[in-house]
């Protein structure tokens, strides 16, 4: 039984920083795509970004270039989104996604998996 548990939310003024952990237990396979999905209040779910397993590809999101980092610790399965000058349009519901085909893009569909979510809220 796959298991995603995100942490590291809350509450951080604008231009603070946050880092959310998402560890994953239960995989049948060692190859997959880890990703972070968001969704604001009144709007759509959007990625935001993802990391492979095999080969370390990473993807972003236009709006988190240069802000966020993605990245894993192959030994303890535990993806981590490091968020640095935080913006109020962060502000959201996080949401850590498993791709079993290892597909490092963001679209929704292809992920499997999903965690249970986790609230992150930037503001003065």
């Known amino acids: 039984q796959v298991q995603l548990v995100e942490s590291g939310g809350g509450l951080v003024q604008p231009g603070g920083s946050l880092r959310l952990s998402c560890a994953a237990s239960?995989?049948?396979?060692?190859?997959?795509?880890m990703g972070w999905f968001r969704q604001a209040p009144g709007k759509e779910r959007e990625g935001v970004s993802c990391?492979?397993?095999?080969?370390?590809?990473?993807t972003y999101a236009d709006s988190v270039k240069g802000r966020f980092t993605i990245s894993r610790d192959h030994a303890s399965h535990i993806v981590y989104l490091q968020m640095n000058s935080l913006k109020p349009e962060d502000t959201g519901v996080y949401y850590c996604a498993a791709d079993s085909k290892d597909r490092p893009v963001l679209w929704a569909r292809f992920y499997d998996y999903w965690g249970q979510g986790i609230q992150v809220t930037v503001s003065s």
């Open positions: 239960g995989f049948a396979s060692p190859y997959y795509t």
């Open positions: 990391i492979s397993s095999s080969d370390g590809t990473t």
